[in-house]
């Protein structure tokens, strides 16, 4: 008996000695390679921890969705931008001056209804209320700071009414100050990005960030010298029409014969080439959703989203060789040669296609109809 106690002693107290062995182990040692292995999470000096800088491409073609082309019954065309979420646009005065309403027409050539609730008659600035587009995100602004000299920009815009041109440049002054009656123009950048007539209420981007810093306004002569607002400078005015929107807006006799931006409108045909191109713009950002959006009925009612989204499994981007748009009775014929990059087992051949697509009206918008292609290689 004594010595089995003596066993059971002994066993007991290696047992409790294991278990505070484990426990100060535990508690000195763990935490420490826990430790350890939180820093990989952490930033390295290098920045591979922090954010990515976002590219240019892709700081245009999501900026692209957010800017509109402004038509008015008496010709002019302009452009402007979605600034908030209850579908407000801005743009220049001088735009929709002695105008009510507008016909906006977004990035996927849909024809929507505008209201201009606000104006000022000193300050070429106006906002422009659009039902259609409540609830969309808007394009990121600057709200604090003010451009610096030689900063890259882009400008957006419909410039001789070709929907969503983007010219890039700098901003190359500060502070300029000048009148073009009846609006004063006072410490606005000075841009060497090309900009034309219907340029007019596009945006003015910072290239590295996205945000909007101003208010593409003039063009001096035909010099490649631009005018653009600051968007700190009005920001507080517009987001007042926003809050309580005008209920008498101001008329300006000067601009009443339309003698404001006054580009051509853009053909069909020019339409059609730009839905065609924007559609592979689409293709090679990812964005199945919108490029799906720009098909008719018809087409869609034969292959769904996943098959269409399927259908480009392989393909790793596209790039029009040539384009070529044919106007018809009722929609232009559009003939495009594209060179494609696809993956077959683990390969990446080049092929070549000719493809055809009718471009024309549906429910008041321009949609690609159908689609046909032959491969050339």
Known sequence: MNRSWIVSLVLTIFILGAGVAGSLYFMHTVPDKLAAEAVLDEPTEDGK???KVPKTKDIIFQSQKKVVQIKLDDGTIGSGFLYNKKGDIITNAHVVANHKKVTVITVDSKKLTGNVIGTSPDTDVAVVRVPGLKGKDPLPL???EKAELLDQVLALGSPLGLQNTVTSGEV???NRSFNLKPFKYENVYQI???IS???SGGPLIEEKTGEVI???SAKLGKENIGFSIPIVEVLSLVKNWS???????????????GTSDQPEASSPAEEATYLVQYFYTSINQGDFVTAYSLIGSEWQSTKSYE????GYNNTLSVSIDNIIADPKDDHVEVTAFITAEETKQGEVNTKKYKVKYPVGNENNQMKILLGKGEALN
């Open 142 to 144: 600057q709200t604090e």
């Open 49 to 51: 921890g922090e954010e």
């Open 197 to 199: 007539p219907g340029n």
């Open 192 to 194: 060497s990005a090309p």
């Open 214 to 216: 101003g208010i593409n």
């Open 307 to 310: 098959e269409f989204r399927a």
């Open 172 to 174: 190359s002054g500060l």
């Open 243 to 257: 809050e309580t929107p005008m209920k008498s807006l101001p008329q300006f006799p000067e601009l009443a014969s």
